[in-house]
């Protein structure tokens, strides 16, 4: 029996935001990570304050290529610069269609002359395989999904990531001294009791700090090491509650609805993915509610990523991103909540959240943007929120309304009045963490 694609199940549902709109469903964690060790609080407030220790070896799918062709496979799918790729070098992958929207971005790995990791969320992963297989390109792939769809196996990496005030002194500690210095986005290689990974240059809460990545054997020593020698620097281990709020300092939208969905000369792609994808399966949700898929997509350039594209050679989306580029109709930005907002409406104390769901950003009675990345910030006592709104509404210091409520989708006018809660909020930058605004991409 053939397997449904993401194409059928669309025609069935009637439409891209009919299949994948889904009120109240779960909010996305990372898998098989405890929820929390000593509380998403201290757990949050380490990254602050002294070491955070977490897990990333479990939410991330992995693409591995390799072949002749792979550097030529990347460079013709995706918008970056490739000139000066070297070995041992990460950088966030842009993929767009060819109308310019985004598919997804990931994190590429240069492992070789001819070895590439890719590892994120499964959408720009999914398409560069796609077009890996169908081209002409001497190529092949290796897929480790994340842990939710891996079926109890182990996963083929390990991966943990420092972050924190004391994280450089804690690495310098376990490996008998600094590491040799790395550029931001570089890795090194690095020997633990005979095992050797590597130490990619990163962080994501505003704090320096590193990933260590190697292969799964070697994961427990690793992780060992740290936990030990961690003791003396106040090291905190993150759950899974507070690793999903740590991107918002960052101004990162983990999930940008991939722009696949509409566009007629897509349809054979979308026949190649199975209706039970990724691409098929993530759900909608939020006061934000379009019958219009169009409405959720995004250009790169309005997720602050210009500064990844090169038009230094050809590449699927070039032309139309060549457009774009002088029309960015939406800016990214944080918005910080009013506190008394906050309090009000979800208490004095307030509990622990974190939300992929789509909010609609109003002011001057009307909606002017849609908040994609909400959290509860606990060192900060409020709640920030990451959000595309129009140009107009983009000056820092602009006050605008979030709304705060679960549209129930089709058969109910967009902005229908639903009782939904208004909070208070002020538009300030993306990043909104000075560090990562400004700092993050410095070699000190």
């Given amino acids: 029996m053939a397997v449904p694609t993401l194409q059928e199940a669309i025609d069935r549902a009637g439409s891209p935001v009919r299949l994948l709109w889904k009120p109240n469903a779960p909010q996305w964690l990372p898998p098989v990570v405890p929820a929390e060790f000593r509380g998403w609080r201290e757990e949050q407030a380490a990254a602050y304050e002294t070491v955070a220790l977490s897990d990333l070896c479990h939410h991330m799918d992995d693409l591995f290529i390799e072949g002749p062709d792979a550097h030529r496979l990347l460079s013709e799918h995706s918008a970056n610069d490739y000139a000066s790729f070297a070995i041992g070098q ?50 092949s792939f290796s897929h480790d999904p994340n842990s939710m769809t891996r079926r109890g196996a182990d996963p083929v990496l390990f991966r943990y990531q420092l972050q924190g005030p004391h994280a450089l002194d804690l690495v310098a500690r376990v490996f008998g001294g600094p590491l040799p210095k790395t550029k931001f986005f570089h890795a090194t290689p690095v ?24 292969l799964w054997k070697d994961g427990e020593f690793v992780k060992e090491a740290l936990l030990e020698a961690g003791e003396s620097f106040g090291l905190v281990q993150v759950g899974a509650l507070a690793y999903s709020t740590n991107a918002l300092e960052s101004g990162w939208i983990p999930m940008p609805v991939a722009g696949i969905y509409s566009a007629p000369g897509l349809r054979k792609y979308r026949e190649s993915l199975p209706a039970m994808s990724f691409e098929g399966l993530n759900p909608l949700r939020g006061s934000f509610f379009s019958e219009n898929i169009e409405d959720y997509y995004a250009t790169p350039y309005e997720l602050g990523y210009g500064r990844l594209i090169s038009f230094g050679h050809d590449f699927v989306g070039r032309r139309a991103l060549e457009v774009a580029q002088h029309d960015v109709a939406r800016e990214r930005v944080t918005l910080v909540f009013d506190k008394a907002d906050v309090h009000r409406v979800w208490g004095a104390e307030p509990g622990f959240l974190a939300t992929q769901s789509r909010y609609r950003v109003e002011a001057d009675d009307e909606v002017v943007g849609m908040a994609c990345n909400t959290g509860h910030i606990a060192p900060l006592g409020t709640a920030l929120a990451v959000a595309l709104v129009d140009k107009k509404y983009a000056v820092p210091g602009t006050e605008v309304t979030f709304v705060w409520g679960e549209h129930p989708g089709p058969d109910t006018a967009p902005e229908a009045e639903l009782g939904f809660e208004r909070i208070k909020a002020t538009v300030q930058p993306a990043p909104y963490n000075e560090y990562a605004r400004t700092r993050y991409r410095a070699n000190d």
């Fill in 191 to 214: 020997t633990l009791g005979g095992r050797t990974f590597k130490a990619l240059r990163h962080g994501m809460t505003g704090q320096p700090g590193y990933e260590f990545i190697g």
């Fill in 90 to 139: 990460a950088k966030q992958i842009i993929v767009v269609t060819d109308d310019g929207y985004l598919v997804g971005d990931a994190i590429l790995s240069r492992d070789g002359a001819e070895k590439f990791t890719m590892s994120g969320v499964p959408y720009s992963l999914s398409w560069i395989r796609h077009h890996g297989a169908t081209g002409d390109y001497d190529v």
